[in-house]
């Protein structure tokens, strides 16, 4: 009998796992396109130091009808162009919303209760690819990490323990 499977491994057996050179041209093309997004998830926790795999990078969007449509469009440059079958309005039937392309990019209008306005004047943002990319911070990527699972009660443990130090600076 076959063991049940993590539900976030089973876009391994169609995608790769992102790299940050993938993370750096979809913030390229989200940036030409002038969408309003932050980086969550994996990449963000990465990001900050604790270094660990992460099957997709996780994106929080302003949910807006127009910021979509920049999204989709941004997204859409991916080889496939898989997020080009996407609605507009598909964020706000859906948690999250998965886009199997070369790579998995989930987009979220929230995560545990944290939404992009309410982040947005708090990112991070780190220029060091040449390229702008919007984290959220230490603070918010710990409230958008509530939830039950094992990975996000580690990355909380790790994150946690850098708000001293990120308070000092």
Do not use: W
């Amino acid at each position: 009998m076959d063991e049940p499977r993590d539900p976030e491994d089973a876009e391994a057996e169609y995608t790769r796992a992102p790299t940050i050179e993938d993370l750096r041209v979809i913030c390229g093309n989200l940036n030409a396109e002038h969408a309003r997004y932050a980086i969550l998830g994996g990449m963000a926790v990465n990001f900050y130091g604790l270094v660990r795999g992460t099957h997709d990078i996780d994106l929080l969007v302003d949910d807006s009808p127009e910021n979509i449509e920049r999204v989709i469009r941004a997204i859409g440059r991916l080889p496939d162009g898989a997020a080009l079958e996407l609605a507009p309005d598909d964020l706000q039937h859906y948690r999250i919303v998965r886009i199997n392309d070369e790579i998995t990019v989930d987009l979220l209008a929230e995560a545990c209760d944290v939404d992009f306005d309410q982040v947005a004047g708090r990112l991070v943002i780190d220029d060091r690819l040449g390229v702008p990319m919007p984290f959220l911070s230490v603070e918010d990527l710990i409230r958008s990490k509530q939830t039950r699972r094992e990975k996000d009660r580690q990355d909380r443990t790790f994150l946690e323990a850098l708000l001293p130090r990120e308070r000092k600076s």
